[in-house]
């Protein structure tokens, strides 16, 4: 059974077309990494096929929120000094920041939540089921459905784009790949807010930006 949840997903990771993205999951009967290979083997799958690339070029880029409350610091890779020049990178950067500023993204892809912190969150779905009354053997299911939410609010990647909610950052990402013609890695990112923090100690603060930004 093809689901149109397995289609979005493979569109995200390719960027190829929706119907293009269906016919190679029902030939690969459901098998996602083999359906982006029937997808590669055609030519369809733009961003895929460059994902092997090595990105060591690019920009780091700083977003200022007008009033000073919120500020970015975002590190986009690009495979070519001459391609971290074009206008077009450059836009995609600063539409990151922004994102960034306004979704509070935690991570840029869901493979950057920590083990402990997925576990904590289904631990936490899981009391709130309970005592919302659900059956027992429905829990695991639902767990795995509000997981996807909070994916989608914590992960760069899979929020909706500020200025277009009807595409993913990831399929924007797929956009600009196709486009340029090089492999484009979101690294990292700090993103700081005016009054958060400030339980903390001064010196610890620094410590925990530094590390971020020195990786």
């Not at 484009?184 to 923090?197: A, L, Q």
Request: charged content about 35%; aromatic content about 6%; some cysteine.
């Amino acid at each position: 059974m093809i689901t149109a949840e397995m289609v979005k997903q493979l569109r995200e990771r390719t960027g190829a077309g929706m119907m293009d993205c269906k016919k190679a999951l029902t030939d690969a009967n459901g098998d996602m990494e083999k359906a982006i290979e029937l997808l590669r083997e055609k030519g369809l799958a733009a961003a895929a096929k460059k994902a092997g690339r090595i990105a060591a070029e690019g920009i780091v880029d700083a977003y200022i929120h007008g009033d000073g409350r919120i500020g970015v610091l975002v590190e986009v890779n690009i495979e070519t000094d001459f391609a971290a020049k074009n206008e077009d990178f450059r836009a995609f950067v600063k539409d990151i920041a922004m994102q960034i500023a306004a979704s509070k993204p935690e991570y840029v892809r869901r493979e950057d939540v920590p083990a402990e912190v997925v576990e904590k969150e289904k631990e936490i779905l899981r009391a709130q089921a309970l005592n919302e009354g659900k059956p027992a053997n429905i829990v695991d299911k639902m767990i795995t459905g509000r997981l996807e939410k909070f994916y989608k609010e914590v992960c760069l990647l899979e929020q909706p784009f500020i200025k277009d909610p009807d595409k993913t950052i990831q399929q924007l990402l797929n956009e600009k790949i196709a486009v340029i013609g090089e492999n484009i890695n979101i690294r990292r990112f700090v993103r700081f807010e005016k009054g958060e923090g400030l339980a903390k100690k001064e010196e610890n603060f620094a410590e925990e930006v530094m590390k971020q930004i020195n990786g």
